[in-house]
């Protein structure tokens, strides 16, 4: 009965053929179907309207978070690669298994927007949200970094095979977006995403051009995430999310309240949702747009020669364009265009808050701060809820309320708790340490990382601009293990310069192997990012200010103990006073936050950067000599304060906030 239900709201392509093995009366790859029946019969309800999330891109880490099965074998483009590791230390050889067997993420995101969109989705998931994820099918996901020995990275196409990952499922839905000079044919992938405890479910529906009746351009437009050999192709992107989304809620006939907006990747959809209506509609649809900003440097914002968007809209989408989305350059921007078409605009920090209404002073009241957050059951590690389980009288329902977390701090002196919390934390790194044994990576040396997106204002190589006072701090107070990683966009030239100039410092570190240990690995990932925030020591963080507009890996890195080095930019600023770690460096002017002037300040913020290390690497070899260990440390004192902070930087948190803040009521 469930499954003739599932049937005739969910019109699964080939079926019989494909699908009829994984989904049956009682099971949806695995997990229990009567969630999705239920979601799927409240989103047609006109009595609960729901929330639409758009985003360009997803990071769900569905390989170690609500994981489906499949009996059959998937394609082999589904399983990770071999990642290479490149260090100082000759004598290893170049390739490290990360695991074998097990499936790779489902590869539609490409960094910290994805996984902010993820976590985000999973959470209306575990609140038991009415709401929808709209993205897009990536065929060839983002890219694939290869490193080439001692020369900086390779981009490779990352192809993988959506028609055997667990989970996902194609339509017969097909949808067309008829422009003046093309008509896009669309196919409507689903992707349940359920809640922690299995209980709820949430589709995303993914769009997909790569059909036989769409011409090979056409077909092209669903390829890579983040293309953008040339106008067209990022209009034609920005054209299939935003109206091919809206035409694909209404197809599957879900009655939707809020079209929350991640970025502005989505902002024509406005514009579909307008279409066919009078001057006082278009105002009243206002009213259901809210929109996320999450860059606070103006060249992030995505902007469009009027004479490349004319040939590809109706007339009347672009006067509407004309109308909401015009610069002081007369570009159409898909800020301005957002900013404009929506009820309430929420900056991701404090910071950023600071940042955008610099930017853009005409629009103040209607800008506020959401403080982006983290999925706290994706980022926590089992190590660690189980340590929690441990002390269920503190940490009660600790499965379904983070924001218990903040109870940490009656613990802190609670002996019992402070050698369960090193224990778990030399587990994880042990894990870590035993993927990079071959390297001679040890659980009781002082390890820190840097991972995210390589890009300029992050400065990824502010650790090595001084390798003899790195060498000095290693050798006189104790050894050093570093953990580099990070993709470059392959179009950003200056990020490849980064990877150059990171490789060659490392490279001449070869000598000093014995106490200062570095490995930059290859292709950071959803995995590789949970691997780290779960197990170093410290988690360095250096953004020039005020460039980064919340900054998200620290989050994960805390709610597992691990303790924060970081410029004063994005959430630290909110976080600074919790006791968590190390404050460093250049701060932005509060006068005029928007940092025109992009000098890196290298010399004088990595001058800063190492004396803060060595302070730490002294507290940590006086806590941890050798594997006898001060459990009154006070680098347990931070790591306790780590996990209450927790409570503060989460998703749950964040989606209250986007509740009472930013969504109309
Ligand atoms: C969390 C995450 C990010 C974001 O990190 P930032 O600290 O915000 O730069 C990027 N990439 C991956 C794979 C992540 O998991």
């Given at each position: 009965?469930?499954?003739?239900?599932?049937?005739?709201?969910?019109?699964?392509?080939?079926?019989?053929?494909?699908?009829?093995?994984?989904?049956?009366?009682?099971?949806?790859?695995?997990?229990?179907?009567?969630?999705?029946?239920?979601?799927?019969?409240?989103?047609?309800?006109?009595?609960?309207?729901?929330?639409?999330?758009?985003?360009?891109?997803?990071?769900?880490?569905?390989?170690?978070?609500?994981?489906?099965?499949?009996?059959?074998?998937?394609?082999?483009?589904?399983?990770?690669?071999?990642?290479?590791?490149?260090?100082?230390?000759?004598?290893?050889?170049?390739?490290?298994?990360?695991?074998?067997?097990?499936?790779?993420?489902?590869?539609?995101?490409?960094?910290?927007?994805?996984?902010?969109?993820?976590?985000?989705?999973?959470?209306?998931?575990?609140?038991?949200?009415?709401?929808?994820?709209?993205?897009?099918?990536?065929?060839?996901?983002?890219?694939?970094?290869?490193?080439?020995?001692?020369?900086?990275?390779?981009?490779?196409?990352?192809?993988?095979?959506?028609?055997?990952?667990?989970?996902?499922?194609?339509?017969?839905?097909?949808?067309?977006?008829?422009?003046?000079?093309?008509?896009?044919?669309?196919?409507?992938?689903?992707?349940?995403?359920?809640?922690?405890?299995?209980?709820?479910?949430?589709?995303?529906?993914?769009?997909?051009?790569?059909?036989?009746?769409?011409?090979?351009?056409?077909?092209?437009?669903?390829?890579?995430?983040?293309?953008?050999?040339?106008?067209?192709?990022?209009?034609?992107?920005?054209?299939?999310?935003?109206?091919?989304?809206?035409?694909?809620?209404?197809?599957?006939?879900?009655?939707?309240?809020?079209?929350?907006?991640?970025?502005?990747?989505?902002?024509?959809?406005?514009?579909?949702?307008?279409?066919?209506?009078?001057?006082?509609?278009?105002?009243?649809?206002?009213?259901?747009?809210?929109?996320?900003?999450?860059?606070?440097?103006?060249?992030?914002?995505?902007?469009?020669?009027?004479?490349?968007?004319?040939?590809?809209?109706?007339?009347?989408?672009?006067?509407?364009?004309?109308?909401?989305?015009?610069?002081?350059?007369?570009?159409?921007?898909?800020?301005?265009?957002?900013?404009?078409?929506?009820?309430?605009?929420?900056?991701?920090?404090?910071?950023?808050?600071?940042?955008?209404?610099?930017?853009?002073?005409?629009?103040?009241?209607?800008?506020?701060?959401?403080?982006?957050?983290?999925?706290?059951?994706?980022?926590?590690?089992?190590?660690?809820?189980?340590?929690?389980?441990?002390?269920?009288?503190?940490?009660?329902?600790?499965?379904?309320?983070?924001?218990?977390?903040?109870?940490?701090?009656?613990?802190?002196?609670?002996?019992?708790?402070?050698?369960?919390?090193?224990?778990?934390?030399?587990?994880?790194?042990?894990?870590?340490?035993?993927?990079?044994?071959?390297?001679?990576?040890?659980?009781?040396?002082?390890?820190?990382?840097?991972?995210?997106?390589?890009?300029?204002?992050?400065?990824?190589?502010?650790?090595?601009?001084?390798?003899?006072?790195?060498?000095?701090?290693?050798?006189?107070?104790?050894?050093?293990?570093?953990?580099?990683?990070?993709k470059a966009h392959p179009q950003d030239n200056l990020g490849f310069t980064f990877i150059n100039?990171?490789?060659?410092?490392?490279?001449?570190?070869?000598?000093?192997?014995?106490?200062?240990?570095?490995?930059?690995?290859?292709?950071?990932?959803?995995?590789?990012?949970?691997?780290?925030?779960?197990?170093?020591?410290?988690?360095?963080?250096?953004?020039?200010?005020?460039?980064?507009?919340?900054?998200?890996?620290?989050?994960?890195?805390?709610?597992?103990?691990?303790?924060?080095?970081?410029?004063?930019?994005?959430?630290?600023?909110?976080?600074?006073?919790?006791?968590?770690?190390?404050?460093?460096?250049?701060?932005?002017?509060?006068?005029?936050?928007?940092?025109?002037?992009?000098?890196?300040?290298?010399?004088?913020?990595?001058?800063?950067?190492?004396?803060?290390?060595?302070?730490?690497?002294?507290?940590?070899?006086?806590?941890?000599?050798?594997?006898?260990?001060?459990?009154?440390?006070?680098?347990?004192?931070?790591?306790?304060?780590?996990?209450?902070?927790?409570?503060?930087?989460?998703?749950?948190?964040?989606?209250?906030?986007?509740?009472?803040?930013?969504?109309?009521?």
């Amino acid at each position: 009965l469930v499954l003739k239900e599932f049937l005739s709201q969910v019109r699964v392509d080939r079926y019989s053929q494909r699908y009829q093995q994984v989904i049956s009366e009682e099971k949806y790859f695995g997990m229990p179907l009567s969630p999705v029946v239920d979601i799927e019969k409240r989103l047609r309800d006109k009595g609960s309207p729901g929330v639409a999330y758009f985003s360009m891109e997803y990071g769900l880490a569905t390989s170690f978070y609500n994981g489906y099965s499949w009996p059959n074998k998937p394609a082999d483009q589904n399983y990770p690669h071999q990642n290479s590791v490149f260090s100082n230390y000759r004598l290893a050889d170049c390739s490290f298994e990360l695991k074998s067997g097990d499936i790779i993420d489902l590869p539609i995101y490409s960094g910290g927007l994805g996984v902010l969109a993820g976590d985000t989705i999973k959470t209306f998931a575990d609140y038991k949200l009415p709401a929808v994820g709209v993205g897009i099918l990536w065929h060839s996901g983002y890219f694939r970094q290869k490193f080439w020995y001692k020369h900086g990275q390779v981009p490779a196409k990352m192809r993988w095979d959506p028609s055997s990952y667990p989970g996902l499922i194609p339509l017969e839905n097909i949808i067309k977006i008829e422009l003046p000079a093309a008509t896009i044919f669309l196919r409507i992938w689903k992707y349940y995403v359920y809640s922690y405890s299995h209980d709820f479910a949430i589709p995303l529906i993914l769009l997909d051009a790569d059909l036989p009746q769409n011409n090979p351009q056409i077909r092209d437009l669903t390829d890579q995430l983040y293309r953008s050999d040339n106008a067209w192709l990022r209009i034609m992107q920005r054209i299939v999310l935003g109206y091919g989304g809206i035409l694909a809620l209404k197809e599957l006939g879900y009655n939707i309240r809020i079209f929350h907006l991640n970025e502005g990747h989505a902002a024509f959809s406005f514009i579909e949702k307008c279409r066919g209506r009078s001057q006082d509609d278009i105002e009243g649809q206002k009213k259901e747009f809210v929109y996320t900003c999450h860059t606070p440097v103006e060249a992030g914002h995505d902007r469009f020669a009027q004479e490349d968007l004319k040939p590809v809209l109706r007339k009347e989408d672009f006067s509407l364009l004309q109308k909401f989305g015009i610069d002081k350059d007369n570009l159409v921007n898909l800020t301005i265009l957002a900013i404009n078409t929506s009820a309430c605009v929420n900056a991701v920090s404090k910071s950023h808050q600071r940042v955008m209404s610099y930017q853009f002073p005409e629009y103040g009241d209607k800008i506020r701060y959401v403080t982006n957050g983290v999925h706290s059951y994706t980022w926590i590690s089992s190590e660690f809820i189980k340590l929690f389980k441990r002390f269920s009288s503190v940490f009660k329902d600790i499965d379904r309320n983070p924001m218990i977390l903040s109870r940490a701090k009656e613990l802190k002196n609670d002996a019992d708790f402070r050698r369960g919390l090193w224990s778990a934390h030399q587990a994880n790194k042990s894990r870590l340490c035993d993927a990079l044994r071959k390297w001679g990576f040890k659980e009781d040396v002082f390890t820190l990382s840097w991972a995210r997106r390589i890009a300029a204002y992050k400065r990824p190589s502010l650790i090595l601009h001084d390798t003899e006072r790195l060498i000095e701090i290693a050798k006189r107070i104790g050894p050093l293990q570093i953990i580099l990683a990070g993709k470059a966009h392959p179009q950003d030239n200056l990020g490849f310069t980064f990877i150059n100039e990171m490789m060659d410092k490392v490279d001449s570190l070869s000598g000093h192997y014995e106490y200062l240990k570095i490995a930059i690995l290859e292709n950071y990932d959803l995995y590789l990012a949970k691997l780290l925030t779960e197990s170093v020591d410290l988690w360095l963080n250096n953004p020039l200010p005020p460039f980064e507009a919340s900054g998200t890996s620290g989050m994960k890195a805390i709610l597992n103990g691990v303790v924060q080095l970081s410029t004063l930019d994005g959430w630290m600023v909110e976080a600074k006073d919790m006791g968590i770690g190390r404050i460093f460096g250049y701060r932005a002017d509060d006068q005029d936050p928007r940092g025109k002037n992009f000098d890196l300040r290298m010399q004088e913020d990595s001058q800063e950067l190492y004396s803060a290390l060595g302070e730490l690497a002294g507290i940590y070899y006086k806590t941890n000599n050798a594997g006898r260990v001060d459990f009154s440390s006070s680098w347990i004192d931070m790591m306790v304060d780590c996990i209450a902070a927790g409570a503060s930087f989460n998703t749950y948190r964040m989606v209250d906030e986007y509740k009472s803040r930013v969504w109309p009521a």
